[in-house]
């Protein structure tokens, strides 16, 4: 006969069933239902009333009877009871009895503690996500919507969009441009059908317009890097871009009185080479790739001068990223492998837009510009990838030693090796060697065997060759497993809140200082600066390592940033003519290199928000100042004041230097193995209130980053910078937050020794 669970357990799994739908189950199906790239949390007022419901219903269910309440309460009277000295294991059972009795309070306690320590949790936004259209652009038309040049319309709209959108917004219209990476509130997503296919035309047009700023007060994102394009552009380039948008993304404006459907249909046809095939893949290509490519697939496309580095040229057959031999084309199979992952650190995305027939079909009209694809190809074979050891990451590092890598990308992999200055492509070009430590920048792919891929086959038209000759297979994947050790584990994430632990004693003012390695570290990611002209996509330093430490009178903040170059001298040159555009073009091979400084910058509101408002994220609003404490290179090399405090209210205006009255932070930086160190320290109180923060424990104070690269053409406007994120002091914790736990451990514990001695009367009682 088939044996019941007890009552008691089918409860508990029944709970626990409907625990771990909510908090997997659903989260995951509605991941799979909507397509999105992640689960979807249930909110957790919505699970504490289905939690509360289970609930409920178990108490009906056991207490439905007198039978089966005793039933179900038989094995916690058991076990408050205890086992019977003469039963079998009754020791063993005995200990786990006491085990259970120990633990329950102590997990009481816990889930008190967790609830009453302080936490501290970024701050949110509040904002109304699609504001009402002013009156002025209601009723405004596309002029450009009847005209019967449609093709030529679309496509100066596309190379507008390129230039001005594509940094933030990407090549598909998905938000995930270059720049997008190092933004806190992302880009628009323009394929989701929740953007731009549910509003008109002209309120594409007035967001474009009038930018983030523009928007009234209470839908302001003061975190949106949009830019006010009514400065730059005019009306009908606005307008072209507008359409180019909704062309590139798949979708149409709302009509007034239909909302059309915002997914394009997918090509269906098999990968094939087949001259509709090709058609189709050229028609694509014409859409998605002409911008930066160029219409003859030279890379000369009008996209491709504001770019560093320049697009592919597929006339030449060569291409960097391949699993063939060096020197030949690589296998339809790599070509399919960088459209689809794209190619880190470039303006090149990855298609997972288009449908994986699509970019087959993109892929078959590419190889149409060269022969080199007609040549034979081998694929360079590999045997099994060894597991990880310390023996062989030593083996790794010794044959790093043995190849000369260092020679390129320095001791420790920063890509500051003594032959980086000189490094140029086969076309001249000067470019910088590989940063191994920054894994989400290896363009190939950040993992071994992708890494073992490049030293077996080089990568062409660079100085990186292939060691396929040089280096058996064993001492490749030593070597691929020894660069892949070396990636940093301090890369940006989601988190937005840095915590400043706190000192007794003196603050360091070193950043060799050993205390700073105990201090909690806040990784900030930097975009380009993309808001106010000269906009600038090619910035080099994409993130910022950031730790704080305060003591009773000052704080001091430690900042770390990979540069392969000692930049310390500043003699910056006229700014680059812009053109019809507001990108600078990026001059390959300069006839004179300015001489500029490396520098950063770190802002603050001069008073802390209360509310959801606060200064923009880049150099405050008119009205709403930010205090800027600004690190150059130059003057730390001279051994003076190496940091100037300044004042910004909008990037309209000039930045004002406070005067020496209100100068109280100092400031020192080391350069080292291809990395900055800069320690920043002032007052917890500024001498001046007016024109600084002021930094209290337990209180949240914005900040933002701001950083530039002297050796990567940088001063001015053009620069790397982050979106706000926030230090926190960490206060001391309040005699409730120990006390709470301990007194809900007492009482549970007060609680389980009650009822022992309850069940244990009513056997004595009992006949």
């Not at 047009?205 to 400065?231: C, F, K, N, Y």
């Not at 005067?659 to 350069?671: C, K, T």
Request: aromatic letters at 8%; glycine letters at 8%; a positive charge.
């Amino acid at each position: 006969m088939r044996q019941r669970l007890p009552l008691f357990w089918s409860v508990v799994l029944a709970l626990a069933v409907v625990w771990a739908l909510l908090d997997w189950g659903v989260p995951w199906l509605g991941m799979w239902v909507t397509g999105g790239p992640r689960p979807l949390p249930v909110p957790g007022v919505v699970r504490l009333i289905y939690l509360l419901l289970a609930l409920v219903g178990a108490a009906v269910y056991v207490t439905i009877s007198d039978e089966s309440l005793r039933e179900f309460l038989r094995p916690l009277v058991a076990g408050l009871r205890g086992p019977d000295p003469a039963a079998p294991r009754a020791r063993w059972l005995g200990r786990l009895r006491l085990a259970v009795l120990v633990l329950v309070p102590l997990a009481v306690g816990g889930v008190v503690w967790t609830r009453a320590a302080p936490r501290v949790q970024s701050p949110t936004i509040l904002r109304i996500q699609h504001p009402t259209i002013p009156g002025a652009y209601e009723k405004l038309a596309n002029p450009f919507r009847a005209r019967p040049d449609q093709a030529a319309v679309l496509a100066e709209g596309r190379e507008i969009f390129q230039i001005n959108c594509r940094p933030c917004h990407g090549d598909a219209a998905d938000g995930a441009g270059p720049m997008a990476w190092g933004l806190r509130l992302k880009p628009a997503n323009f394929t989701d059908p929740g953007t731009i296919a549910t509003v008109v035309e002209s309120y594409a047009l007035w967001r474009v317009t009038e930018g983030a700023p523009g928007l009234p007060p209470q839908a302001t994102p003061w975190d949106s890097a949009m830019p006010i394009w009514r400065q730059d552009l005019t009306d009908e380039q606005k307008w072209k871009a507008v359409m180019a948008a909704y062309d590139l993304a798949g979708v149409e404006p709302r009509k007034p009185e239909k909302l059309h459907s915002s997914a394009p249909g997918a090509a269906q046809a098999p990968p094939s080479e087949a001259p509709e095939a090709v058609e189709r893949g050229k028609r694509i290509y014409v859409k998605r790739c002409l911008a930066c490519h160029g219409e003859k697939g030279d890379g000369l496309g009008p996209v491709a001068p504001y770019l560093n580095p320049r697009p592919r040229d597929f006339t030449l057959g060569a291409f960097k990223f391949r699993t063939t031999g060096s020197g030949e084309p690589p296998t339809d199979e790599d070509l399919f492998r960088v459209v689809t992952r794209g190619i880190p650190g470039t303006a090149m995305s990855g298609w997972t837009t288009l449908a994986s027939d699509e970019r087959w079909q993109v892929i078959a009209y590419l190889k149409t510009f060269s022969t080199a694809f007609q040549e034979k190809r081998a694929v360079v074979k590999a045997s099994g990838e060894p597991a990880v050891s310390p023996a062989l990451l030593a083996r790794g590092k010794e044959a790093y030693r043995k190849a000369k890598c260092w020679e390129c990308h320095g001791q420790e992999g920063r890509g500051d090796g003594p032959a980086a200055p000189t490094l140029k492509d086969d076309f001249k070009n000067a470019i910088r060697a590989a940063n191994l430590q920054k894994g989400w920048l290896i363009k190939g792919g950040r993992e071994a065997a992708d890494i073992f891929m490049r030293f077996s086959t080089g990568v062409d038209g660079t100085p990186m060759p292939s060691y396929v000759d040089s280096l058996p297979e064993d001492e490749r994947w030593a070597l691929a497993h020894y660069v892949r050790s070396l990636q940093t584990t301090e890369e940006p994430s989601a988190t937005v809140v840095l915590r400043a632990s706190q000192l007794a004693g003196p603050l360091p003012d070193s950043p060799g200082d050993p205390r700073w390695r105990a201090t909690p570290y806040l990784a900030v990611p930097l975009a380009g600066q993309v808001i106010a002209k000269p906009r600038w996509q090619n910035h080099a330093v994409d993130a910022i390592t950031v730790r704080a430490l305060y003591n009773d009178r000052a704080i001091a903040f430690l900042f770390e940033w990979d540069d392969p170059f000692k930049d310390v001298e500043h003699k910056p040159g006229p700014e680059p003519a812009l053109g019809p555009w507001t990108y600078p073009k990026i001059d390959l091979n300069p006839e004179r290199r300015e001489t500029l400084r490396d520098a950063i910058r770190l802002q603050f509101p001069v008073t802390i928000p209360t509310g959801p408002e606060r200064p923009h994220f880049f150099l405050g609003n008119p009205g709403r100042p930010v205090a800027l404490w600004h690190w150059r290179a130059d003057a730390n090399e001279r051994g003076g004041s190496a940091v100037v405090k300044e004042r910004a209210e909008g990037w309209e205006k000039p930045i004002v230097e406070l005067p020496p009255a209100s100068q109280d932070v100092g400031a020192g930086g080391v350069w080292k193995d291809g990395r900055w160190r800069v320690v920043m320290t002032r007052p917890r109180a500024p001498k001046d209130p007016a024109t600084d923060v002021t930094f209290e424990p337990g209180r949240l104070v914005p900040f933002a980053v701001h950083a530039w690269d002297g050796s990567n053409g940088e001063h001015g406007l053009r620069m790397s910078l982050s979106s706000w994120n926030f230090v926190v002091l960490d206060a001391p914790a309040p005699a409730t937050v120990y006390l709470s736990p301990l007194l809900a451990l007492g009482l549970v514990a007060l609680v389980e020794w009650g009822l022992i001695r309850r069940v244990k009367r009513r056997e004595t009682r009992s006949p």
